[in-house]
């Protein structure tokens, strides 16, 4: 059935979220900064192994570089936390983490490697299992961010639907067309991108990670264009 596994990932972060919004100021104060170094780090490996897995370290540097600048020059992720901002003061919520919510969480649920590979092997008819086994560990991981951004990562759907969707249907229409070496240069930026949300969610250093997202298309096309 396609985009059963972006549905039920909806759903299982949405059900999470809400979840860790209810039990956020039930949870002892220690338990937090515990599930966040935990998700920190969890991050950071696998988006070590993702841009490991590059077939050109030279394209990988080259688009990460040239979608970083862009994203500066557009200041990307300042337009997505203003549009946070916007919706939360439309819908009358106080948090001040609302836009930090809803932007970690979608960059934390749609860079990884599941996100491409099963969104691909759903669209082109395949099975829907990566994604479904996705949604499990997405759930669990919004659960713990919204304990401690808010309801900022329950909207996170609508993007990680946008995303995820998106791709599912590009690949029943145009999947067979994309060869394996492009996809895995996008999936590779896409861990070089989850290594900064991992040092930003750590502490180490502010990133604006949301800055760094045009790496990925711009790795596609390289990756084509060297294919």
Known sequence: ?????????????????ILGCLAGS???????????????L?????GVSMALETGSFLILAISCIA????GEAIGLEARLLSLGERIRNRAGLSSATFAQGMTTAFLL???????????LEEGLGGSS?????KAVMDGFAALMLASALGFGVVLSIV???LYQGGLTL????????IPAGPVSEMSAAGGVVLVGLGIDILGIRKIEVANMLPALPLALAAGWIAG
Do not use: K, Q, W, Y
Request: aromatic residues 8%; glycine residues 12%; positive net charge.
């Open 42 to 46: 969890f991050t950071l490996v696998m």
């Open 159 to 161: 993007p990680l639907v």
């Open 26 to 40: 039930r949870l002892p104060a220690r338990l937090s900064p515990a599930a966040f170094r935990a998700i920190g």
């Open 109 to 119: 649920f749609c860079m990884g490697s599941m996100t491409v590979v099963g969104s």
């Open 170 to 177: 590009a690949a029943s229409l145009f999947g067979a067309s």
């Open 67 to 70: 979608g970083s600048m862009a």
């Open 129 to 133: 299992e990566l994604l479904l086994a």
């Open 1 to 17: 059935m396609l985009f059963l596994g972006t549905a039920v990932n909806a759903a299982t972060v949405a059900a999470g979220g």
